[in-house]
């Protein structure tokens, strides 16, 4: 089945722990973006990634990190986690980069404290 | 920068046609797409335009004008599933998608 699989669904962190969340497809898709979600806000992008070692910054990259050494993977990275960073993060694979027939993942809920 | 404006919320019956409305602002333009979502689940893609006119896919159609930039998603013959919010989304580059706040659409019986 194509998909996007992202881990964990939900976590509870504490300020300043590191954490990493993997996204995963299986599609062979070039494109590739990870996006927070916030009430009001709609779904705002963080990074996205053209190819293997070709990334770059969305709208609202601070505080994140993102790595892409291998076409199917694409982590995303909070090196030292804050409560604004608590949010509803969607990974998304794409054949075009143009908008048409994104693949989402499920979603995770991130809750810093 | 990119913006997108689409009403918060629609309201309909079952068996009815409603129109969502997405204008936007962008520094080059490569589509205007279109993404279901219920409640906190993973959004779905729908529809796709990349050149003006309309695009129809079963129940769901969506328009594009980029003279006007300006876009519509109409459902026809809603279904009680429909309820969920729909995002429309503009890319301005490869990759570069931005989406509006989302517009949350209720059908009641």
């Known amino acids: 089945e194509a998909q996007v699989t992202q881990n964990p669904r939900y976590l509870i962190t504490v300020t300043g722990k590191k954490l990493t969340v993997t996204c995963s497809q299986n599609m062979n898709h070039e494109y590739m973006s990870w996006y927070r979600q916030d009430p009001g806000l709609g779904l705002r992008q963080i990074y996205y990634?053209?190819?293997?070692?070709?990334?770059d910054k969305g709208d609202v990259p601070e505080g994140y990190k993102v790595s892409r050494k291998e076409k199917r993977n694409f982590p995303l990275i909070l090196e030292s986690p804050s409560p604004n960073q608590t949010s509803l993060y969607f990974c998304?694979?794409?054949?075009?980069?143009?908008?048409?027939?994104?693949?989402f993942g499920s979603g995770t809920r991130l809750t810093v404290v | 920068g990119q913006s997108l404006e689409q009403p918060s919320e629609v309201t309909a019956v079952e068996g009815a046609i409603v129109q969502i409305n997405c204008t936007y602002q962008?520094?080059?333009?490569?589509?205007l797409s279109w993404y279901q979502q219920h409640d906190g689940g993973a959004p779905t893609f729908l529809s796709y335009n990349g050149l003006d006119g309309l695009e129809e896919t079963g129940r769901f159609s969506s328009f594009l004008s980029r003279s006007d930039s300006y876009g519509y998603l109409l459902l026809q013959e809603l279904q009680m599933k429909d309820s969920a919010s729909y995002f429309c989304a503009v890319s301005s580059g490869y990759s570069t998608l931005t989406f509006g706040k989302g517009t949350m659409l209720l059908v009641s019986p």
């Open positions: 998304a694979s794409s054949p075009t980069g143009t908008g048409h027939g994104y693949t």
């Open positions: 990634s053209m190819n293997v070692e070709v990334t």
């Open positions: 962008t520094s080059g333009f490569y589509g």
